[in-house]
Structure formats: C-alpha cells, structure tokens
C-alpha cells in the first residue's frame, strides 16, 4: 500500500498493532495510541488495529493507520472554514525519538491537547445500522420522530443529529437525544456541535457525490479550546472508520449496500458464533486483504482531485 503524506509517497508493507515510543503514553484508544509531547502537545498515532462491535480485534490491517492520517488530513485541511480542528504544523519527526520514526512515519500528527467533549457528534443522512434498529423499534432515532414506511438505507428527508454517549473500549456506545446530549454538555455547546457536525456532513457529501462515493453517516468528536471558547473538531475526520461510504453505483433501498469501511468485517462476524465480547476472533487473511483494499480504495477515491 502506497499513501500520500505531502509530496512523497510512504510505503506501509507490515500492519503495526501497537506502538512504543520514548514518550509518555497517554492513552491507547481502539485505534490511535496517544503521548504527551509537552503540555500544549499531543502525538496521535493512528495503528492498524481494528474495532467491530467495540471490540478490537487481533488482527490488524495492514496500512489502515496511514490511511486513516492521511485522509483525516485531507478533511481537515478543506473544513477550517466550517470549524476548527486540532493540527498543528509541527512535524512528528521533530518530536519522536530518531530509533522510533519507523513507527510513526506517515501515520502520526501532532495536535493541540484539548479536553474532548464527552460525546460522540453522529450525523445521518440514510436510515441505517443502530438507527434503523431504532427506528424500527420505536419510529425515531435519538428522540428524532420519522415519517412511518421508511425503507432500509433509504435516504431522510434532511440530514439529522443523533449524538451518542462516549464508551470505554469493550462498551458500546449509547444513543441519546439531544436534551441529554444538552445536559452533559450544556445548551450552547449541543447547539455548536449539532450545527458545525451537519455542516461538516453536508460538505463531505457534497465533495463524495461527484466521485461515486454516498457518505451516509458519520460521526466527529469535539473539543472546546479554554483559551478562546472555539470549537475545535479533534481525534479523527470522514474516514472509513468513522463513517459509512457507499459506493453509488451499488446503492439500492431495503438493503444495506456494501461500504469503503469495516461493515465488510463486521459482515463476516455475524456469521460466526461470537457473542460479541472481548477478546475477539481471528480474521482470515482474505478479509483482512480485502478490507485494506476497501480502505485504500475509500482513500483514493475520495482524494481524487
């Protein structure tokens, strides 16, 4: 797998499931490994592990990392307009230890240390995964009431908001409505958040039509700067781990259309006998060939000038 990182290209040939660095690591998230640079600093480090059903597996796959970093990048550099975001031009090479680089080349960034908010900023343009459960159950997403006789995958009316609670690696996430998202984090903060995570959506969709590519979920995490009282979008942004891309071509009301993200492994985990519990299975090599390919193929479509 070959990713662009600037004007040179980086070739990532083994999968790294886990980093270590002469930093101080801070946390290892179900992707990223994240150290301390100084107090204003951070280092994010995006693995090749995978998560399905909140649950990392053990086998990683192999360039998810770099494509991760470097379509995150990509994002962030078009969305300044919408919202802030949390890089820096400091070069990870100038802050990790020389006999580390190999780690960290092409799949790293420094960003500032912020608090994130202690939600997760979900925004759906298609009725489908947890919210189609949701709606079957009840007619409503996150308190959201929608019309009766939706159809699997079927495009709504207008894209909405459905944030969730935040969980612990080997926990699942909890969708709440937007009167608990308030209470956490206050009226204006879910106001901010629910406003720049649409406008974010909106763009990526609009940037994803002309390349064959339908966003129909995704979901950012936020931060609020101290400092200035900004919103600053953080972590991860409109990648195949965080949102579901169709390609449109293959898209059809009533089923759930094959996707550039990691629904291909979490369809083949439903075929086995797993209770969905930590630790979990073993993936054959041909999902996880396939699985790089449908990264790198969401990357490079996406990024398709």
């Known amino acids: 797998m070959f990713i662009l990182e600037g004007n040179s290209t980086v070739s990532v040939s083994a999968a790294l499931h886990t980093t270590d660095l002469g930093l101080e690591r801070v ?3 179900k ?10 600093h951070l280092l994010l480090v995006a693995t090749d592990r995978l998560s399905a059903f909140d649950v990392v597996l053990p086998d990683p796959i192999p360039g998810k990392g770099a494509v991760l970093t470097a379509l995150s990048s990509f994002w962030f ?43 997760e900023a979900v925004v759906r343009g298609y009725i489908v995964g ?28 207008e894209p909405i908001f459905t944030p969730a609670t935040k969980a612990a690696v080997g926990d699942h996430d909890e969708n709440i409505d937007f009167a608990r998202c308030a209470e956490i984090v206050g009226d204006d903060t879910a ?20 390349r064959g590519i339908i966003l129909a979920d995704t979901k950012f995490e936020f931060a ?45 985990l439903e075929t086995l006998d797993w209770d969905k519990r930590a630790p979990g299975p073993k993936l054959p090599a041909q999902v996880i060939e396939q699985t790089a390919a449908k990264y790198e193929e969401a990357y490079t479509r996406l990024t398709t000038p």
Not at 31 to 40: G, L, N, T
Not at 132 to 156: H, M
């Open 191 to 210: 106001s901010r958040v629910r406003d720049a995570a649409i406008a974010l959506y909106q763009f990526a969709v609009e940037h994803a039509a002309p």
């Open 224 to 268: 609020i700067d101290p400092i200035n009282d900004e919103l600053v979008l953080i972590d991860e942004a409109l990648t195949p781990d965080s949102s579901r891309f169709w390609p449109a071509d293959q898209y059809r009301i009533g089923i759930s259309p094959p996707s550039f993200d990691k629904q291909f492994v979490r369809d083949y």
């Open 27 to 29: 946390h290892r998230g």
């Open 130 to 157: 947890s919210g189609w459960k949701d709606y079957q159950a009840s007619g409503a997403i996150c308190g959201i009431e929608l019309p009766p006789g939706l159809q699997q995958a079927q495009q709504l009316a």
């Open 77 to 119: 550099a078009r969305t300044t307009g919408i919202c802030a975001n949390h890089l820096t031009c400091v070069d990870p090479a100038d802050v990790v230890p020389a006999a580390d680089l190999d780690q960290v080349r092409g799949r790293s960034v420094v960003v500032r240390r912020l608090q994130p908010l202690p939600i």
């Open 31 to 40: 992707v990223r490994d994240i150290y301390a640079i100084d107090e204003a």
